[in-house]
């Protein structure tokens, strides 16, 4: 199960979509490249008058849903000194709405196609529903792996988590500094996002506190739990690489391939597997399952970096988001990863990357990924090749355009019984005045 499946591979090679010829990116700086008459995503299609009306909807919209859904958490913080599983159901809930608003934000702002597919070991778990949804039946706890090609990786990975109910469940391992940004670091933080500064010897017993804190047992109203072992729902998200490919990464992994002798990867950076090693054995016993998931954005050419092609100015205000997003699944059970040693685990972690990278070479000849046809049930599409596709073709949306009311219900709620309750205090105040 740690091999590729090349099922694709051995088949007539796929003709190249004409969406997935590589273009000659001429980049203008290595910090803008918007103006470029030959990115992949086509031509700006919003004006400047129109980008900046775009950019203060967004911020209007993503303003009052962040305020409205910190202050809930803050509503719930006192639940944590009189009783601490309400308290994390609380913010559970809380997390939901987060994972909610950037579903909604992606869907109204950054429209694009989502191309799902995987290998044998992912079979029966990946369904696309009659409306054209995903829907995903992966576990309650696993640990995630991805490549890390832009910044908005995560914001779809997270979105997978919601078509498995799992979006309150979800832990995402991010650099230090961002817990410093306004509302959304302490927001964060109410989440038990974990926070790492790069410097081991103070992110160690961090992180083993937050992993035993994942490890558990609780007996409160935990959402979306469908066995009774007491174990809350978790889903740790890891980018192995530890940050974006960008031109300075690139040459930080040559660098360190140089120092190592470990031959670089061609589409990725060198992952470290100190992290995931740790977390691997201090979850061991809790998690059965590791899952990886390889993303290629359509359009990036070879030599290229998707983080200076679909830049969040790009995706979500020019109109410039990716043609597509593909998404590759594989798992593996967690008791066959070498954990009793690290150069083991490093050698394991080293050949799925390799492996991954073979997986994006696959891509950029195909516009594809290989494809196991038993990895997923998707609604069959007109002139299909066969009887099962080997894609689910999909898109980030909320369930209803009525769910995305549910970000302002705690507010709401609170402005409504504080209502009453001003209300009835009026009532008692002025008969005891009119009875004198």
Not at 21 to 49: F, M, Q
Not at 132 to 140: A, H, I, M, V
Not at 166 to 172: F, L
Request: charged share 20%; proline share 7%.
């Amino acid at each position: 199960m740690s091999r590729i499946n090349t099922e694709g591979v051995r088949q007539r090679p796929i003709p190249k979509p004409e969406s997935a010829v590589e273009p000659e990116i001429k980049l203008s700086s290595l910090n803008d490249n918007l103006t470029d008459e030959h990115h992949p995503a086509g031509p700006v299609k919003h004006g400047r008058p129109m980008q900046y009306f775009r950019i203060a909807c967004f911020a209007v919209f993503f303003t009052i849903a962040a305020l409205a859904i910190h202050s809930a958490q803050l509503l719930g913080a006192p639940l944590y000194f009189y009783n601490k599983d309400y308290f994390y159901a609380w913010q559970a809930v809380c997390k939901q709405y987060f994972a909610l608003l950037l579903i909604t934000g992606t869907y109204l702002f950054a429209p694009t196609v989502i191309r799902i597919s995987g290998d044998a070991s992912v079979a029966g778990q990946l369904r696309q529903l009659p409306d054209g949804r995903l829907e995903c039946d992966f576990p309650e706890r696993l640990v995630l792996i991805a490549n890390h090609q832009i910044y908005t990786d995560w914001t779809y990975l997270w979105w997978v988590s919601y078509t498995a109910a799992c979006h309150g469940h979800i832990y995402i391992i991010l650099k230090e500094s961002l817990k410093y940004i306004p509302v959304i670091g302490p927001g964060m933080m109410f989440y038990n996002f974990i926070f790492m500064s790069r410097k081991w010897a103070k992110d160690q017993p961090r992180l083993k506190h937050r992993l035993q804190k994942l490890s558990t047992r609780h007996t409160g109203p935990v959402l979306g739990r469908k066995d009774k072992t007491g174990l809350d729902p978790a889903w740790l998200l890891i980018f192995p690489e530890g940050t974006n490919l960008s031109p300075n990464t690139r040459n930080s992994s040559a660098r360190w391939s140089e120092k190592t002798g470990i031959p670089d990867m061609k589409h990725q950076l060198l992952p470290r597997s100190t992290g995931l090693h740790f977390c691997l054995e201090e979850l061991k016993g809790s998690v059965d399952w590791l899952y990886d998931c390889t993303i290629a954005y359509e359009g990036v050419p070879r030599g290229s970096y998707g983080g200076r092609l679909y830049t969040l100015r790009s995706v979500y205000f020019q109109g410039r988001a990716p043609k597509s997003v593909n998404m590759h699944w594989r798992r593996f059970a967690v008791a066959d990863i070498p954990l009793h040693s690290k150069e083991e685990t490093e050698k394991w972690l080293l050949q799925r990357w390799r492996e991954k990278d073979d997986l994006i070479e696959y891509y950029l000849d195909h516009g594809r990924f290989p494809a196991d046809p038993a990895a997923v049930d998707a609604v069959k599409r007109p002139k299909e090749e066969s009887n099962h596709a080997k894609y689910i073709e999909t898109e980030v949306r909320p369930k209803s355009a009525w769910e995305p009311l549910q970000l302002f219900a705690p507010v709401l709620s609170v402005y409504l019984l504080c209502n009453i309750l001003i209300k009835l205090v009026n009532l008692v105040l002025t008969g005891k005045l009119s009875s004198k």
